[in-house]
């Protein structure tokens, strides 16, 4: 055998004059005598074919017209084998595996030769309808992928069907809501097998920001195709529909004067609240941008041989990933008793803990689920049944005082051994949208007893105070008091986070308009409809440059797609919201971060999570781009 100077030299002359090495010249010959025998089927030939070394046909009569279609069949194979550096890349490979000796020769031929490969490409994405955690549709994408000539099918990905507003979600609405994700999956469906399969035929799943690039156009262009058709139906409905409104709206606008009268007449006069805001508009199909942006970067997870985090976290940093990556803080529900829990207390949707910062994931999960036990335990002792798991993941339990729940979580504490306010702090999800009663204009907190917005204020502070170990609220308030949010962060944001969940806006409304009027510590989101990797990755930027935490969530209809764990960790979240330790939806993310912390601490690239820093918040800032003035922090 010749060293590869030389061999690259005879390379070059034998593709110059048209001959090739012996073992590319039987490959001819088996092309030829392929060729031949295709040609005698049609009835065009019917020579001989050669065997491996046998000299060209003879040049006279059929065996001319033979030798010259050879002889072409000979060039076009010199220029294909050359211009892919066939012959070249074989005498390399053959070349050092002599001296490398392998024990598999065929595999060590198999990876040398896979590093010339095309890379893998999107070859289809297929859609199928799932259910949700809520036995809802909901939508399924396989991504299907072009690997060394072959197609492949490379992962499955689920995602919740999002279709309604919270701040308008009640009883009544169910049906509707139920048809609306029906639609919406139908939609997504025709939208993945048809022109969003023909959108990303032949793209890079690596190539993140073109994927988005185009599922969003393409949603924005069904939008304006779907404005352009409410146009041209309303310009169609034009004359009846005045008489249409008079016959059906004035009820509505007479009872909403007669209810401002009503307040007027009150003995302490107080300021009428502002009206719901029109809820988002959910557009059909939206999850079908969504599922499938989230399908790409998962097949490109697993075509790359990594893992989703570290993926998400170098799209954010636009190189590599950071060199120390920190794991977010769990706030975990411990007791839901809102106004769903059958007693008399309302205020508290949700009381959740939030381990001590300097614990490792692991052990404050563990500490976590010593509190689930006992308070399972306590919940069983009771008398009163039936008992009810919350949706949220956690015990539902109806209450008759605000101390109630403080008074149970500090006998557990006491249990376990554990300083409330030292080695967790509490959280409470008050979701304002769901306690204000529209007729009196009012927030009832506890069964009869109703406060107007300003009174809230002097609700909140005093509980904060009274619970020193309190270091959240969520949804203290609705998005529409705007002038109590300012007040309450004013005067609490020094030591305890204004959170936004319902009280947010949507993902694609933050991108656009900004954080708004209203001044959080952070916004609790949700990954669904058409929200794109890109765009998650666009929202936590944002929050970060406006001190604001971004704190990834769950949808109330969840799958078992732990997607959302890794989005968290690759996005440097603070806290990851995933609800109780119950149910399979939920407490496959308490596993997934799990494994990541280990993968963490196995590549020594696991940092710890910093002390609690409150961003203050004051009242007259208003300018939605200003940076917070400074920052409290706690042990």
Not at 101 to 112: E, F, I, R, S, T
Not at 380 to 396: I, N, T, V, Y
Not at 510 to 538: M, P, V
Request: hydrophobic share 35%.
């Amino acid at each position: 055998m010749t060293s590869s100077p030389t061999g690259c030299l005879a390379t070059a002359k034998e593709a110059a004059g048209l001959t090739l090495p012996p073992i590319l010249n039987d490959i001819l010959v088996t092309l030829y005598n392929r060729e031949l025998c295709s040609s005698r089927r049609s009835g065009r030939s019917s020579g001989e074919g050669m065997s491996a070394g046998q000299a060209p046909p003879a040049s006279n009569g059929r065996s001319s017209e033979e030798a010259r279609d050879f002889y072409q069949l000979k060039q076009r194979a010199a220029e294909y084998y050359r211009s892919n550096l066939v012959p070249q890349r074989m005498q390399q490979v053959l070349n050092s595996m002599f001296y490398d000796n392998p024990d598999d020769v065929y595999g060590h031929l198999a990876n040398y030769f896979a590093s010339f490969a095309k890379p893998a490409a999107i070859s289809r994405i297929v859609g199928k309808e799932k259910l949700d955690s809520t036995g809802q549709q909901t939508v399924q994408v396989e991504v299907l992928c072009t690997i060394k000539n072959l197609e492949k099918s490379i992962c499955f990905t689920t995602m919740s069907n999002s279709c309604c507003d919270p701040n308008y979600t009640t009883f009544d609405t169910m049906d509707k809501e139920i048809e609306l994700k029906n639609l919406s999956v139908q939609f997504a469906l025709e939208w993945i097998n048809g022109p969003l399969n023909s959108l990303l035929k032949g793209l890079l799943p690596s190539n993140q920001k073109q994927v988005d690039k185009f599922l969003s156009e393409y949603f924005q262009r069904k939008m304006e195709e779907d404005e352009e058709q409410k146009k041209k139906d309303a310009e169609v409905e034009e004359v009846p529909e005045p008489e249409q409104s008079v016959s059906t709206n004035p009820i509505p606008v007479v009872d909403k004067k007669k209810k401002a009268l009503k307040a007027k007449k009150s003995i302490a006069p107080e300021k009428p609240i502002k009206p719901r805001e029109p809820p988002e508009i959910f557009f059909p199909g939206a999850v079908a941008i969504g599922v499938v942006s989230l399908a790409v970067a998962k097949a490109t997870v697993k075509l790359q041989n990594t893992s989703l985090f570290l993926h998400i976290a170098a799209l954010n940093h636009e190189k590599e990933p950071p060199v120390e990556v920190r794991m977010p803080i769990p706030m975990v529900s411990l007791l839901s008793c809102g106004k769903s829990s059958g007693g008399k207390l309302r205020l508290m949707k949700e009381v959740i803990a939030v381990p001590k910062h300097d614990l490792s994931y692991e052990q404050g999960l563990k500490m976590m689920m010593a509190f689930q036990q006992q308070i399972t335990k306590w919940m069983f002792s009771q008398k009163s049944l039936p008992l009810a798991m919350s949706h949220l993941g956690c015990w539902e339990k109806g209450f008759e005082r605000t101390e109630q729940p403080f008074e149970l979580i500090h006998e557990v504490c006491d249990t376990l051994e554990l300083t409330l306010g030292k080695d967790l702090h509490l959280i409470l999800n008050c979701a304002a949208h769901e306690l204000m009663d529209y007729e009196k204009e009012k927030y009832e907190i506890i069964t009869g007893v109703l406060k107007h917005p300003d009174e809230m204020i002097e609700l909140y502070t005093s509980l904060v105070e009274k619970y020193p170990s309190i270091i959240g609220l969520i949804d203290p308030l609705r998005k529409e008091d705007e002038e109590q949010w300012s007040k309450l962060c004013h005067l609490l944001s020094p030591q305890c986070y204004l959170l936004a969940d319902g009280a947010s806006r949507s993902i694609d409304k933050l991108i656009t308009n900004g954080l708004g009027e209203n001044r959080y510590s952070g916004l609790i989101l949700k990954h669904a409809n058409q929200t794109t990797i890109s765009d998650l990755i666009r929202v936590a930027k944002l929050m970060e440059a406006q001190d604001c935490r971004f704190i990834p969530s769950l949808t109330d209809a969840e799958t078992l797609d732990d997607s959302i764990a890794d989005i968290a960790v690759g996005l440097g979240a603070r806290f990851i919201k995933l609800g109780g330790l119950c149910h399979g939806e939920r407490v496959a993310k308490y596993n997934r971060l799990l494994a990541i912390e280990e993968e963490l601490a196995q590549r020594g690239a696991l940092g710890q999570a910093a002390e609690h820093q409150f961003p203050v918040i004051s009242e007259e800032e208003h300018d939605p781009n200003s940076v917070r003035p400074g920052s409290e922090q706690i042990d």
